[in-house]
């Protein structure tokens, strides 16, 4: 007996009951397609964050104060470190804060970034219409901003935005420009629910003289590390402190999301996997009832002469051939499930080779490992006691 | 029966036969001595409960003796393993039962060839010989029917059939007759007579001692002991269709 016969005897198993094997089955189905599933909507988690964070500008360094402690910075904080440190291309203070936008009827509240013309070029945030504000809006406190697409919106702007005149917290300020769209909301902020203008309005508009945070630029990635070390230096020294001020590069930002989201990745995947499991106990366990009622048969079969490894190979391949088929079942419907997923909007759901195949080997496995039980009690049955068997 | 040492099929020798049920030893068999000369027609006869199944079953290869030697074509199967056991019984014997035996959800022909796959044979030779064997039998119209749509005696000669197939030294039967009236009983006497005319060895137990007059010899069993062993005077010959035998 070779093995086409054998998976022909085991097939011809399968076929005998096609509702219990196709319930047996069900388990891995079930098992196979969650685990796909739920990776998938783990990696489009990451993958949409890990843009949205790679959106953000490339080389980027960010400086956050800490107000409760003392410790502010100001706009002349920036200027400063870029001047002392070398590898500092570029320098930004950002001061923000919530307000109240209106236009004609409508009023909306978002957030107000007060920030400088390196604004487009430091966070990758091209403008779609009309321009920038200049540095000398910046150095006349002028009050024009630059509006994100989801506040052009829910003011209901009719015509185009560029050259009409908003109120911010009461504050009249012209727009000047409309940022492109930059979409999603995965994972942080809506990036196009935004009002930009100069950091010298925006001070007044907040009533504050400080800003929440420097942005830098190194001109070589590689240099991210020194420099985020020498501007901790820098303003440990000038506060008097250390730790005084969070000084975190996009890579640091990057690692730390991925590391967590990894984390959340493997989680799904766990208790997909126990699913998983659950499965290959329910094979075992119809294996072995199925052991039982076929006792005639296997006293039959060893009667003309089958030898322990001929059944065993018939119920080993059983219960593979049961788990495979579940596993490739269970693939469409993780596959399926991880589209309909993400087609409800809420998730993002990328379906990695990875995980598939993952997900196949281990349920193959599993029917193997639980199969093997029921099959070698299938091989040891003494042929006698099987023909007496009723 | 008189026969030179190479003609011996199947020699027991002192065999016997202890099943231990709890604190309880029941002697099945006790120093059975017994050959078995090819071509010869054997009836095992004797009361309920006197061994003959387990004497069956030893002989059959699918239980082993307590003691002695069991030489089967010049082999000693007493000691095998499992697996030595199950290719004496793939290529040495032939084995049909009372109750026939067959898989229910495989028709007459996967039934046949049920022993040929285990022997390794390629599909095409199973089926061939399959083929072959169930038309000997008289069954080429019913291939492809399964148990449950065949009669009585029909699902008896394809466990005949099966038993052939696999072109064995020796024809073993435990109460082949006994699950069929009389005229069925006889149209198998007459198909296994007519194995056995062709050379085929024949041991079948019956305690029926119309059946055991259609064979050569009587082996009659008695509380484990082999209490007579004579040849048949007045064999019957079984006449296919014929509802009588008649008298050699
Ligand atoms: N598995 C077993 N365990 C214990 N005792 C057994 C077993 N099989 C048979 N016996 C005993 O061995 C003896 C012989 O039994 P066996 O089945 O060989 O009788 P038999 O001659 O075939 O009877 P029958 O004509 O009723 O079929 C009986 O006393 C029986 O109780
Ligand atoms: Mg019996």
Redesign the pocket.
Known sequence: MNVAEAFRLAWGGILANKLRSFLTALGVIIGVGAVIALVAVGQGTTQAITQRLSALGSNLIIVFGAPNKGVRLTAADAANAQKQIPYLTASMPVVSGGVTVAWQAQSYATTLNGVTPNYPQMRNAPVADGSFFTAQDVQNRSLVVVLGQTVVQQLQMTGNPVGQTVSVNGYPAQVVGVQAAIGGSTGGQNQDDIVLMPYTAAQRILGTAYVNQLYFQVGNGNDAGIATAWLQALFDHQFGRSQSVNVLSQDQLLSTVASTTATFTLLLGAVAGVSLLVGGIGIMNIMLVSVIERTREIGIRKAVGARRWHLLAQFLFESATLSCLGGLIGIAAGVFGARAIAQSGSYHAVVTSGSVILAFAFAAVVGIVFGLWPAMQASRLDPIVALRHE | MASNGNDIVVRLKGIGKVYASGALQVTALEDINVEVARGEMVAITGP?GSG??TL?NVLGCLDRPSSGVYELGGRNVARMGDDDLAAMRNRFLGFIFQNYNLLPLQSAQQNVELPLIYRGMARRARHEAARAALAAVGLSDRMHHRPAELSGGQQQRVAIARALAAQPEVLLG??PTGNLDSRTGTEIMALIQRLNEQGLTVIM?THDPRIARHCRRVVSVADGHIVGDEQVTDRLIAQPGAAEPVSA
């Open positions: 309920s003959k199944s069956m435990d109460e137990v």
